[in-house]
């Protein structure tokens, strides 16, 4: 890893369990394919998720909040990084890892004395160097060795981590074919799914593992989080759960909330109100610990919601267009939300785009650690949106998808999209369905943000070449 060195601010060491002064404590919270529309704050006829509405009512709402990426990998490079994922090499699910050469937002908060835990789905490399041992493809299938990257060779102290996808319900169990019209070669319900649960070096866990799978998760990060509070530790976790992603499978209890809807929508509700239940479990258990008022609690989802046609993905983006793999805004728009009670005293809403790659410098902002001076940064501190100091946003967006075939720029205003097929320019404060497209009637525009796009994509290209 490249050495980089850091201006260590004087912090008053105030120990975080007992006061809102000091180092906050984190946690990035986040879903798997759940869509912009896919929360009753957002206004879902049906789906209930009371406690992801009390935080809207409660804390900051992002209405412009996007994935780094239209699908899951490369977004969560760009959570733990900053940047966007093609710098290093995370182009598609299951393609290239969280390389060495990079900085990892646990690096940094080691350096600040933080405890740090991720749980839930990885998806940023290999856990296990076995060929096999995974339901894997792509580079993960190919080259296990070359792309073993697990947490704890990351600097996360605690991990109760994935590979990639397991069921919603019964993580371990593979769920048999979930459509109408089952195939010879399917797999048999009641085996082992394919996917483990490791928390180290070939320790795979097999108990407390049946049920919600948000609950199985949660079972590992709140006695993560007890322990940081009893040692006066700050702490930063990684919650990030696998609801709503197929196999989309509810439980009983859940699924009875729904009885009146189609069976496809039982289920897929009904994993997503039981997630919301265990984020309402990990903000109870904050106020309990005495810790809520400097811990700052940020949710989103990787992209949007996964097409409509599969079994039982009935998900929303709402009105707006493209799904998981767009990068229209249906595809990258996702649920965005904060609460942190220390700086932020009451609901506000915050209409400038953010994204994903802006948590690491936020984050090292609220420290008042500056960034690492040895690379570009594709994020911004959110902090002056969070206070509510500034209202647009001056740095762009960048998207890539396709392997770099598509394109998109994303201003406080307009957003462009190159594509072989023609360029798109949409107004998305007037226009977020991306309904006109505005080529021919702003050719200003177009042109200044076509050349401000290329430049972008050209650098980070120049530095995936160099990725090994």
């Given at each position: 890893?490249?050495?980089?060195?850091?201006?260590?601010?004087?912090?008053?060491?105030?120990?975080?369990?007992?006061?809102?002064?000091?180092?906050?404590?984190i946690?990035?919270?986040?879903?798997?394919?759940?869509?912009?529309?896919?929360?009753?704050?957002?206004?879902?006829?049906?789906?209930?998720?009371?406690?992801?509405?009390?935080?809207?009512?409660?804390?900051?709402?992002?209405t412009?909040?996007?994935?780094?990426?239209?699908?899951?990998?490369?977004?969560?490079?760009?959570?733990?990084?900053?940047?966007?994922?093609?710098?290093?090499?995370?182009?598609?699910?299951?393609?290239?890892?969280?390389?060495?050469?990079?900085?990892?937002?646990?690096?940094v908060?080691?350096?600040?004395?933080?405890?740090?835990?991720?749980?839930?789905?990885?998806?940023?490399?290999?856990?296990?160097?076995?060929?096999?041992?995974?339901?894997?493809?792509?580079?993960?299938?190919?080259?296990?060795?070359?792309?073993?990257?697990?947490p704890?060779?990351?600097?996360?102290?605690?991990?109760?981590?994935?590979?990639?996808?397991?069921?919603?319900?019964?993580?371990?169990?593979?769920?048999?074919?979930?459509?109408?019209?089952?195939?010879?070669?399917?797999?048999?319900?009641?085996?082992?799914?394919?996917n483990?649960?490791?928390?180290?070096?070939?320790?795979?866990?097999?108990?407390?593992?049946?049920?919600?799978?948000?609950?199985?998760?949660?079972?590992?990060?709140?006695?993560?989080?007890?322990?940081?509070?009893?040692?006066?530790?700050?702490?930063?976790?990684?919650?990030?759960?696998?609801?709503?992603?197929?196999?989309?499978?509810?439980?009983?209890?859940?699924?009875?909330?729904?009885?009146?809807?189609?069976?496809?929508?039982?289920?897929?509700?009904?994993?997503?109100?039981?997630?919301?239940?265990?984020?309402?479990?990990?903000?109870?258990?904050?106020?309990?610990?005495?810790?809520?008022?400097?811990?700052?609690?940020?949710?989103?989802?990787?992209?949007?919601?996964?097409?409509?046609g599969?079994?039982?993905?009935?998900?929303?983006?709402?009105?707006?267009?493209?799904?998981?793999?767009?990068?229209?805004?249906?595809?990258?728009?996702?649920?965005?939300?904060?609460?942190?009670?220390?700086?932020?005293?009451?609901?506000?809403?915050?209409?400038?785009?953010?994204?994903?790659?802006?948590?690491?410098?936020?984050?090292?902002?609220?420290?008042?650690?500056?960034?690492?001076?040895?690379?570009?940064?594709?994020?911004?501190?959110?902090?002056p949106?969070?206070?509510?100091?500034?209202?647009?946003?001056?740095?762009?967006?960048?998207?890539?998808?396709?392997?770099?075939?598509?394109?998109?720029?994303?201003?406080?205003?307009?957003?462009?999209?190159?594509?072989?097929?023609?360029?798109?320019?949409?107004?998305?404060?007037?226009?977020?369905?991306?309904t006109?497209?505005?080529?021919?009637?702003?050719?200003?525009?177009?042109?200044?943000?076509?050349?401000e796009?290329?430049?972008?994509?050209?650098?980070?290209?120049?530095?995936?070449?160099?990725?090994?």
């Open positions: 890893m490249k050495i980089f060195s850091f201006i260590l601010p004087l912090l008053l060491l105030v120990p975080a369990a007992t006061s809102g002064a000091g180092k906050p404590n946690i990035l919270i986040m879903t798997d394919d759940q869509g912009w529309g896919d929360v009753g704050y957002n206004g879902h006829p049906r789906l209930k998720t009371p406690h992801l509405d009390q935080m809207h009512r409660e804390g900051v709402t992002f412009r909040f996007y994935a780094g990426a239209a699908m899951c990998s490369p977004t969560r490079g760009s959570c733990y990084t900053g940047r966007n994922p093609y710098r290093f090499g995370i182009t598609f699910a299951m393609k290239g890892m969280l390389e060495p050469t990079e900085v990892p937002i646990t690096t908060l080691k350096k600040e004395g933080y405890t740090t835990g991720h749980f839930g789905k990885w998806h940023l490399g290999t856990l296990s160097k076995e060929k096999g041992d995974q339901k894997r493809w792509g580079t993960f299938a190919k080259e296990p060795v070359r792309y073993y990257c697990p704890w060779e990351r600097d996360v102290d605690v991990s109760f981590v994935t590979e990639s996808k397991v069921p919603t319900w019964d993580p371990l169990i593979d769920p048999g074919p979930l459509k109408k019209k089952a195939k010879k070669n399917d797999p048999k319900p009641g085996n082992a799914y394919g483990d649960y490791f928390s180290g070096p070939g320790q795979k866990v097999t108990e407390n593992t049946k049920g919600d799978d948000s609950r199985v998760v949660m079972d590992r990060a709140i006695p993560f989080i007890q322990n940081a509070a009893k040692d006066e530790t700050p702490f930063f976790a990684a919650v990030w759960f696998h609801t709503p992603h197929s196999p989309v499978v509810g439980g009983p209890k859940y699924r009875a909330m729904y009885q009146d809807q189609p069976e496809p929508a039982q289920h897929y509700y009904a994993c997503l109100t039981a997630m919301d239940e265990q984020i309402g479990r990990l903000r109870a258990e904050l106020k309990s610990l005495g810790i809520a008022e400097n811990t700052m609690v940020w949710f989103c989802s990787d992209n949007g919601p996964a097409r409509q599969p079994p039982r993905h009935v998900g929303t983006a709402k009105h707006l267009k493209g799904y998981k793999l767009s990068i229209n805004e249906g595809g990258i728009r996702v649920p965005g939300l904060l609460v942190w009670p220390a700086k932020v005293k009451e609901a506000r809403t915050v209409s400038a785009p953010c994204f994903t790659s802006d948590y690491f410098p936020t984050i090292l902002a609220a420290l008042e650690v500056p960034l690492p001076s040895d690379r570009v940064y594709d994020g911004v501190s959110l902090l949106f969070v206070t509510g100091e500034q209202t647009e946003r001056k740095k762009p967006l960048g998207f890539l998808n396709k392997d770099g075939k598509e394109s998109a720029l994303m201003e406080q205003r307009h957003k462009f999209i190159s594509r072989a097929k023609g360029d798109e320019l949409y107004d998305i404060i007037k226009d977020d369905g991306e006109k497209n505005l080529i021919a009637d702003k050719p200003e525009v177009a042109k200044r943000m076509e050349a796009l290329a430049k972008w994509k050209a650098g980070v290209m120049k530095e995936l070449k160099q990725v090994p």
